[in-house]
Each structure stands twice: as C-alpha cells, then as structure tokens.
C-alpha cells in the first residue's frame, strides 16, 4: 500500500477553479495507476477522473468531463486534479486512491488518502 496525503481543497465560488495535489510515499509511485473520487455529504463515494501508471490514459466521469484535468508527475510522486467551471455540485471530500489498474471502480484501488474538503458555493 501506498500513504497518500492530498491537499489543495477550499471554498470557492461557482464558475472558479481550484487544483488539488497528492503525494504519495512510496518509491515505486510509477507503479500504481491514481483516480479521484468524491463523496458529497449523504451520497456514495463516486469515481470524478483516473490516470494509468504512464499518464497516457485518462478516465473521467461524465459529469466533470471538459472541467477537471488529472495528470501526474512520477518523478515527484505526485498526481493532480484540476478542476475549472466549478458548481456547487461539485462540493464534497475528494479522495486520492492509488491502485494497480485504471478503473472506474473504487473497490480496485488499495490506497486512499485522507481526504480534502472542496466547497463551492452558488
């Protein structure tokens, strides 16, 4: 397993951006393939953008589809998510979670950060 430590999170208003980070601890940080997810309050936990190992291949859903951009820097063990157009809906915990393949699905992924907090008001 990974330890994975996200920052970035904050209040914004609608329409604003924000970019949220993830560093993990872990030499072999190229390794693993990263998503996003969020969980908004009274809600399940929902896949928001994926990257394989490479960051070639990138995943999202369709909700944040032409908003948010993930990407990743393996020589800083490191893997981003920015999110432009913000709505309110947006708002939730948004986690990091690293695992061995790119998947939509969360239970494939075996390290999870902490979480960080992201408010967007209306």
């Known amino acids: 397993q990974v330890q994975l430590v996200e920052s970035g999170g904050g209040l914004v208003q609608a329409g604003g951006s924000l970019r949220l980070s993830c560093a993990a601890s872990v030499r072999t940080f190229s390794t693993y393939a990263m998503g996003w997810f969020r969980q908004a309050p009274g809600k399940e936990r929902e896949f928001a953008a994926g990257i394989n190992r490479s960051g070639v291949t990138r995943y999202y859903a369709d909700s944040v589809k032409g908003r948010f951009t993930i990407s990743r820097d393996n020589a800083k063990n490191s893997v981003f998510l920015q999110m432009n157009s913000l709505k309110p809906e947006d708002t939730g915990v948004y986690y990091c979670?690293?695992?061995?393949?790119?998947?939509?699905?969360?239970?494939?992924?075996?390290?999870w950060g902490q979480g960080t907090q992201v408010t967007v008001s209306s």
């Open positions: 979670a690293g695992g061995r393949i790119l998947d939509r699905a969360a239970g494939l992924y075996d390290s």
